[in-house]
């Protein structure tokens, strides 16, 4: 562990593709749930889905987990699945890695429960983060927030482009942007460095969430 | 797994010792937080402590959990450690064993995770709860609330010295009684069939916590 290389894990083997990163949510005032986000991140062509709800119950989550892994496997996409926050649910749900942030279980220990099986992201806000988060042993990064989000209300502040190009600077693991990203702002994530970008609100806010992750995705795919 | 037969765990091997089992609480208008219930109970002699706090973060749960742990060893006493709800913080942390209500991983899932060599312990309200713990290879059961209790105000119907006594009736695992039990009432637990109770506000709400655990020890030395 800790040996300063590239994360050991899955990804490395997996060659992984991030490039449109889907994270779930639910409004229920708006009428959709986590399962609506990710129907729509499959049928759009997401690289990856991310299943996020901290209120969400140990056993809600891994219900949700089941059956957010079997979508994956009946769409026949070569899309990875992680959990966030839950490292228990995701290895009990047989999900393809675990998402954590700097509140979550340490990342070495993170890396203890999953073996190397299990593609580890970690969440970097500073290039420190992003160091240490190398030398536990991460495959890859979430990197924000770039941009200022609706959906964090309690995110830090925003890093900026710079901020970002500063963590691609210093690290050599996989980056996937989030915070604030959209249509609009997309390519300059891209110029800055980042291998993909982690959308909530830019799915989740559009009127037709398929239509939305059509519209990145072919974004994304102009960009890489 | 399954077999109907008693747990299969750590517990048997154990011979497990409930007695007198606190679980943890913070109240930082109150002036104390989860170490300052753990210090009472490792020093007032109980037999079983459990770290809970849904709101925690799984950062923050894992370094309470490592000093819970650290504690309870420092003291030389014979203390189990109980982690509720996160089984990841629970292997993680080493602890003896974790604690699941019915609103969290399932059982047989958890069991997956810790394999034969943690305490499993799970919450149940009904008999049906209490059986199919037990063919999901618990090793003790948390049965309540029995009693009406301010610790939780989301908890349901309190099932009674009859409640008790018909899952008592059940199953033989091992049950530990919780919710509105103190030392008024305790007696008539242990009557009603329970190995042992788990309490929060019984020690926390009282002025001194650890002449509270000390009393209640007696009275739990008295009765089995």
């Given at each position: ?70 979508m994956v496997n009946d769409s026949g ?124 609100s830019a799915v989740t806010a559009a ?18």
């Open positions: 562990m800790g040996d300063g290389s590239k994360g050991r894990g899955a990804a490395g083997m997996l060659g992984l593709k991030l490039g449109l990163y889907i994270i779930t949510y639910e409004d229920p005032a708006m009428g959709y749930g986590h399962l609506d986000v990710a129907r729509a991140a499959l049928d759009g062509g997401a690289d990856a889905l991310q299943l996020r709800g901290k209120e969400i119950s140990g056993r809600d989550m891994y219900y949700l987990a089941l059956r957010m892994g079997e996409n070569r899309c990875l699945f992680f959990v966030n926050d839950r490292v228990d649910v995701a290895i009990a749900a047989r999900a393809d890695g675990v998402h954590l942030g700097q509140q979550d279980l340490p990342a070495s220990r993170a890396r203890s429960l999953t073996g190397e099986g299990m593609i580890l992201g970690i969440s970097a806000t500073t290039v420190e983060e992003a160091k240490r988060a190398r030398s536990d042993d991460a495959d890859y990064l979430g990197v924000g927030p770039v941009f200022a989000t609706p959906s964090k209300a309690d995110a830090v502040a925003p890093i900026g482009l710079e901020g970002l190009a500063r963590i691609r600077e210093s690290v050599e693991l996989p980056i996937v942007a989030i915070g604030g990203i959209d249509v609009e702002n997309a390519s300059s994530v891209f110029e800055a460095g980042a291998d993909g970008i982690a959308v909530i009127k037709d969430m398929l239509e939305a992750v059509r519209r990145l995705r072919s974004l994304v795919d102009a960009c890489l």
